[in-house]
T-cell receptor, first 108, second 113 residues
Framework: GQSLEQPSEVTAVEGAIVQINCTYQ??????LSWYQQHDGGAPTFLSY????GLEETGRFSSFLSRSDSYGYLLLQELQMKDSASYFC?????????FGTGTRLQVFP | EAQVTQNPRYLITVTGKKLTVTCSQN?????MSWYRQDPGLGLRQIYY???????DKGDVPEGYKVSRKEKRNFPLILESPSPNQTSLYFC????????????FGPGTRLTVT
């Protein structure tokens, strides 16, 4: 079967650093993406990792370990506007399989 | 403005009444896809299309049909909607199968009574 696991909820304060983990089990794997979704909005793309290692884009970084079937999204210098749901998604040939999402709440 | 549009944004219908949700993109993208989002289940892929006249099933295709007659349009058809198809639907597109950033439409909230 295919499954992705991520925590359902994470809380943090403004200015802090938070890490959202994602573990996956899939029959085929081409890469791991991360998406952000604000309440009432559409998902927006954040990052993609095909190879092991860290990808950095501004305050956000994403990491992948293919041998461990594991990745994470790191958000630094948290801001109130970062309060949203975050989804990891596995690229499996031409399909995209999403996790159930992690709700991040940032407090002042 | 580069975008993915969906219509309607909200729809309430009755069981068995055929409906179509339209999706259009103006970015000349080859890859298009439909997802449904349900609480606690995340986004699940219904169908995808890698190019005109090429469509394939995602993880939850039962009860849905799609077509891709033109590159820009990818309508989702529910021939006989049932209450378990009440959901939030998103259309998305990406440049091609190798480009991983997907652009999502605003969503269509469908209620089937």
């Amino acid at each position: 079967g295919q499954s992705l696991e991520q925590p359902s909820e994470v809380t943090a304060v403004e200015g802090a650093i938070v890490q959202i983990n994602c573990t996956y089990q899939t029959s085929g794997f081409y890469g791991l993406s991360w998406y952000q979704q604000h309440d009432g909005g559409a998902p927006t793309f954040l990052s993609y990792n095909a190879l092991d290692g860290l990808e950095e884009t501004g305050r956000f970084s994403s990491f992948l370990s293919r041998s461990d079937s594991y990745g994470y999204l790191l958000l630094q210098e948290l801001q109130m506007k970062d309060s949203a749901s975050y989804f990891c998604a596995v690229h499996n040939t031409d399909k995209l399989i999403f996790g159930t999402g992690t709700r991040l709440q940032v407090f002042p | 403005e580069a975008q993915v549009t969906q219509n309607p944004r909200y729809l309430i219908t009755v069981t068995g009444k055929k409906l179509t949700v339209t999706c259009s993109q103006n970015m000349n993208h080859e890859y298009m896809s439909w997802y449904r989002q349900d609480p606690g289940l995340g986004l699940r892929q219904i169908y995808y299309s890698m190019n005109v006249e090429v469509t394939d099933k995602g993880d939850v295709p039962e009860g849905y049909k799609v077509s891709r007659k033109e590159k820009r349009n990818f309508p989702l058809i529910l021939e006989s909607p049932s209450p378990n198809q009440t959901s939030l639907y998103f259309c998305a597109s990406s440049l091609n199968r190798g480009r991983h950033e997907q652009y999502f439409g605003p969503g269509t909230r469908l209620t089937v009574t």
